[in-house]
Each structure stands twice: as structure tokens, then as C-alpha cells.
């Protein structure tokens, strides 16, 4: 079964930092761009952040350029999201999804697939 897993949400105080892992099951990412996308209750899914297949390409929301940043472990078949300086109106389901394409040529939801589960991010005091 193809699939995305993602994991590393939690409670954190406004200002704090979290580590979120997506990784893929039963496909390889290699060849593919992944995005990091967010949803919170009543909202529409946003785009976060993309990173191309080789990992040298990254895009982000401008809201959160400066303070989260996305890698890829290709041969740990996972890709991170690293979110610092976290605010209160960043809670949200977390999710990861794959862009058929090299490149992040897209930052809307409908041009990726696959997705995992989600990761509850909560920031709160």
C-alpha cells in the first residue's frame, strides 16, 4: 500500500520548536517533490512548504520563511519539517503529500496526493 506516515506533532508553547517526519511507505520519494501542508478547524488546507526530489529547491509560505525549514533523507525515504518560533495560530493538522514532478511547480493541494494521516500540532501555553 502506498502510503505517507507522518509523526513528531504535539503541544508546544508559543515560541517552541518541533520536528515533523514524513515517511514513505511502500514508494520510494526519490523522484518526487514533497510538500508539507497544514489545516486548521474550518480552514481551507495551505501549502507550507515544498522541497524538490534532489533537495536542492525549497519553497515556503511567506509566513513562515525564517523559522521553518524542510530536508529530505532520501535513503531514509523521509522527509522533515523543522518549525521554530512557533505561534498560537500555527495549530493545525500537519500533513505531508507528493507532487508528481521533480520540481515544486505547484503549492495547492489538489496537485498533490497521498496523504498520510497527519500530525496534530498545538501551540499553546
Known amino acids: 500500500q502506498l502510503q505517507l506516515v507522518e509523526s513528531g506533532g504535539g503541544l508546544v508553547q508559543p515560541g517552541g520548536s518541533l520536528r515533523l517526519t514524513c515517511t514513505a511507505s511502500g514508494f520510494t520519494l526519490d523522484y518526487y517533490a514533497i510538500g508539507w501542508f497544514r489545516q486548521a478547524p474550518g480552514k481551507e488546507r495551505e501549502g507550507v512548504s515544498c522541497?524538490?526530489?534532489?533537495?536542492?529547491?525549497?519553497n515556503y509560505t511567506d509566513s513562515v520563511k525564517g523559522r521553518f525549514t524542510t530536508s529530505r533523507d532520501d535513503a531514509k525515504n523521509t522527509v522533515y519539517l523543522q518549525m521554530n518560533s512557533l505561534k498560537a495560530e500555527e495549530t493545525a493538522v500537519y500533513y505531508c503529500?507528493?507532487?508528481?514532478?521533480?520540481?515544486?511547480?505547484?503549492?495547492?493541494?489538489?496537485?498533490?496526493?497521498?496523504w498520510g494521516q497527519g500530525t496534530q500540532v498545538t501551540v499553546s501555553s
Open positions: 522541497i524538490s526530489s534532489s533537495g536542492g529547491g525549497t
Open positions: 503529500g507528493v507532487h508528481r514532478a521533480y520540481y515544486c511547480s505547484s503549492d495547492v493541494s489538489q496537485d498533490y496526493d497521498l
